[in-house]
């Protein structure tokens, strides 16, 4: 790293913190100083460019990671009452992880389905033509593969 | 692996679409199950499985295309597969059930060629998607790819290439329609040790997907038309900026670039012409305003992505100061076939001053959602109701919404506009990136115009203040006009606060932030006043005008609404006429979907007038 100019190691900031949220979930105030370091950069520096962009998170989500289409053709195809009912039923706002750390609820700008609107995406699978009765389906399926799972896991303990 | 001609003849290519759209409607699973089942059955031989990227006929994804024949399977299930094997590829007989219905007529179709929503289109750009496989660069050879970029290097000097792409007429398919040979003109004429090319592919527009299909469905016609954009301005160094919120383009543009490097067409001396020239990816980190040409390049740099001044131009001095031209995904996709067919060709197709075509991501309230793409001046009347089939439910045309949020929304006494960069600019709104919205009766102008509004004013980087406190004082007025508090006067004040934002602003974002909210003040003001005046939603959205109620005398009891309600705002016992509590209601509308429809029990009421008021 010493040979670099100032500016390469400014350009290595964006995917280096790409890469840590990939790896860890989010981006903890540890690898904000330990990035800080390695690219002889501030950490307010790297405070700055990360809490600048909307794909950062500074908290852990939660163990299932459901996003709400909020695109232009989701907005007119109900995605707003969408995220209203999932908010309540999940008794967290829109950027929150539930207190059990099981869901983490984030509304997203687009994630190009939008023929198929209202999409949500849950861990990572887009889901289309999501209606309040499909989306509460999803959920409840979610719930019943972790309780099997943790039924299984008390089993063989 | 290589039959001799005759078998070639009767071997059947299946196409499993995975643009985005079909995979969300679990294109994967039937791709596997179809993988299965041809192994199982031994008919590795006659059949030829083939991904493809998106096909454009979204809405009835998954879609399924056999070739040769041209037939088209729509909404594809799992369990179809069983049945597309054992009756066409073994007894020859298309699954008719599979084919699509038009809805207007009833009449089944079963070559895509012959479906209304493919037959009002012409593909240019899209040449390629759902023909190849994008993963594959022997394919898009075959079609004739990379022949425009070696006809370039070894036949062309720079400026020739730049004049065949001046005398085309091609203009910035990002939106703002500049001559893109004249970019790079510039961007020639600059001096300089160092120059960079950037592929913009940072889509941020809400409720468009065209640079996203384009990247996964033909990655190496961008790719193409980004080696020639750097041999033209003389770059040796380029970028894609794209979206990370699209993993499959990112995983695409990725691997064509490999592809294309394993053959030559990156890297030192590209096909021992002496010029070089390589690239790498860029993601994303999910702000919009990095969609502009200067805040991409401060991302790209590593720093918060706010926009500069401009002049200087980044064909002057743009990343690290170096010349450096930047050009959207389609116009990119665009050159290859210009190269190869000519300026004169493209020239021939679209308007006076709009040549080519123009994509769109066509969706909304329209029966036929999808990628689209037709000639210029082609008028909106063609594309929503020729191709798009119409409003969903029959139910009537209210306004068509183009440009995302730096565009407005036009009503219906403006859809025999031809679709051209300057027709649109007249009319308030702008061709923008491609997105297309279509909105029924249903949608709320205001709520659409507080939608865009407030989305532009999360992704005000803050840097102008006009831009950071108009967004957000125009945001403060549609909330009262919404919520039921609006005064007379409000609208001129909106109009005023817009012209001090479009004129105090650095880049596009804060310059046509305001016109949603100019567009719906000036096509649908009545929708407002009716909001401001007699406190009424006409589209019934605004949640603090409307309330819902369950008619007494439908409701059947079945208690559906109950069980969905997140609020537990609904009681009543099973059999008995149930009730909404006004007070727990948060009016997601959750009962008014799942309310059966031969009870229709709960109805939208205006939340200001039978109460007393």
Known sequence: MQDLSRADLAEQVIPSLQEIQERLGYIPREAIIWLADKLHLSEQEIYGVASFYNNFRFTLPGKHHLRICLGTACHVQGGDRLLAATSEKLGIKPGDTTPDKRYSLERVACVGCCALAPAVVLDDVVHGRTTQRSLKRLLDSVDREDRKAKKSEGGSQ | ?613
């Open chain 2, 1 to 613: 692996m290589s039959p001799g001609n005759e078998s070639e003849q009767s071997i059947l290519e299946i196409r499993v679409c995975r643009g985005t759209g079909c995979e969300s409607a679990r294109a994967h699973q039937l791709l596997e199950a179809l993988n299965k089942e041809v192994a199982d059955k031994g008919l590795e031989n006659k059949v030829r499985i083939k991904t493809i990227g998106c096909h454009g006929f979204c809405e009835q994804g998954p879609v399924v295309t056999v070739e040769p024949e041209g037939l088209f399977y729509c909404q594809v299930n799992e369990k179809d597969i069983k049945e597309i094997v054992e009756s066409h590829i073994i007894g020859g007989k298309p699954v008719e059930k599979l084919f699509y219905t038009e809805p207007a007529t009833g009449k089944i179709i079963s070559k895509y060629e012959d479906i209304p929503f493919y037959k009002g289109q012409k593909k240019v750009v899209l040449r390629n998607c759902g023909e190849i496989d994008p993963s594959s660069i022997d394919e898009y050879i075959e079609k004739g790819g990379y022949d425009g970029l070696k006809k370039a290097l070894l036949e062309m000097k720079p400026e020739q290439v730049i004049d065949q792409i001046l005398k085309s007429g091609l203009r910035g398919r990002g939106g703002a329609g500049f001559p893109t040979g004249l970019k790079w003109k510039f961007g020639r004429g600059s001096k300089s040790d160092k120059k960079y090319v950037v592929c913009n592919a940072d889509e941020g527009d809400p409720g468009a997907f065209m640079d996203g299909a384009i990247l996964v469905a033909d990655p190496h016609a961008v790719l193409e038309g980004l080696i020639v954009a750097a041999y033209s301005i003389g770059a040796d160094e380029g970028f894609v900026y794209v979206r990370h919120e699209y993993p499959q383009a990112v995983d695409s543009i990725k691997k064509a670039i490999i592809d294309s490097r394993k053959r030559g067409f990156l890297g030192k001396d590209i096909l021992d012409s002496g010029f070089s020239f390589d690239l790498s990816v860029k993601e994303g980190a999910g702000a919009f305003v990095c969609g502009e040409e200067t805040a991409l390049m401060t991302s790209i740099e590593g720093n918060r992505g706010t926009p500069r001044p401009r002049p200087p131009f980044p064909t002057d001095s743009g990343l690290w100061g170096k010349p450096t031209c930047i050009n959207n995904v389609k116009t990119l996709a665009t050159i290859p076939v210009i190269l190869r067919r000519g300026a004169e060709w493209f020239s021939s197709i679209g308007t006076e001053k709009s040549k080519g075509t123009a994509i769109f991501s066509l969706t909304g309230k329209v029966k036929n959602t999808g990628l689209v793409e037709v000639p210029m001046g082609t008028t909106l009347r063609h594309i929503i109701f020729n191709v798009g089939g119409g409003i969903q439910g029959d139910a009537k045309f209210k306004a068509v919404q183009t440009g995302g949020p730096s565009g407005g929304c036009l009503p219906a006494d403006k859809l025999d506009l031809p679709v051209d960069y300057d027709s649109l600019t007249q009319a308030g709104t702008i061709m923008g990136s491609g997105g297309m919205i279509v909105m029924d009766e249903t949608t709320c102008m205001v709520d659409v115009a507080r939608y865009f509004l407030s989305f532009t004013q999360a992704e005000s980087c803050g840097k102008c203040t006009p831009c950071r406190m108009g967004t957000l004082e125009m945001l403060r007025i549609l909330d009262k006009i919404r919520s039921g508090n609006g005064e007379e006067g409000d609208i001129e004040k909106l109009q005023e606060i817009a012209i001090t934002v479009k004129e105090g602003s650095l880049c596009g974002l804060g310059q046509t932030a305001p016109n949603p909210v100019l567009t719906t003040v000036r096509y649908f003001r009545d929708e407002y006043e009716a909001h401001i005046r007699d406190k009424i939603c006409p589209a019934e959205v605004c949640k603090a005008l409307i309330k819902y109620v369950i008619v007494s005398e439908k409701c059947i009891g079945c208690g559906a609404c109950l069980r969905i309600c997140p609020a537990n705002a609904i009681t009543g016992k099973k059999n008995e006429v149930h009730i909404i509590s006004d007070e727990l209601c948060i009016k997601c509308g959750a009962c008014f979907e799942v309310c059966p429809p031969k009870a229709s029990a709960i109805d939208k009421i205006p939340a200001y007038h039978g109460g007393g008021h």
